[in-house]
Nanobody, 115 residues
């Protein structure tokens, strides 16, 4: 299993970013995919999840209405569109998949929201 995130960067408050996570080494379309984030000095927390076919999505209350998770099974890629970004969204963002009892993570991509 390999997960590679990209798309992070520095953005001003109110701005937008689109994160991508390219997956390989497993049957991508068969698994729910999730995004997590970890702010400095804090625990990693769940942000959003999307079911196999993309028809069901769920969000943490802190991002609901601002973030959108989507997937392209043909490209084995999951996305996180982030709008109306706030300084408290600053974190390293990770995509993740659970296969059986094992959780797999990418290396993360840094998102910094600052003026």
């Amino acid at each position: 299993v390999q997960l590679v995130e990209s798309g992070g960067g520095l953005v001003q408050p109110g701005g937008s970013l689109r994160l991508s996570c390219a997956a390989s080494g497993f049957s991508f379309s068969s698994y729910t995919m999730n995004w997590y984030r970890q702010a400095p000095g804090k625990e990693r927390t769940w942000v959003a999840g999307i079911r196999r076919t993309g028809n069901i999505t769920n969000y943490a209350d802190s991002v609901k209405g601002r973030f959108t998770i989507s997937r392209d099974n043909a490209k084995s890629t999951v996305y996180l569109e982030m709008n109306s970004l706030k300084p408290e969204d600053t974190a390293v963002y990770y995509c993740s998949v659970r296969k059986g009892s094992d959780d797999y993570w990418g290396q993360g991509t840094q998102v910094t929201v600052s003026s």
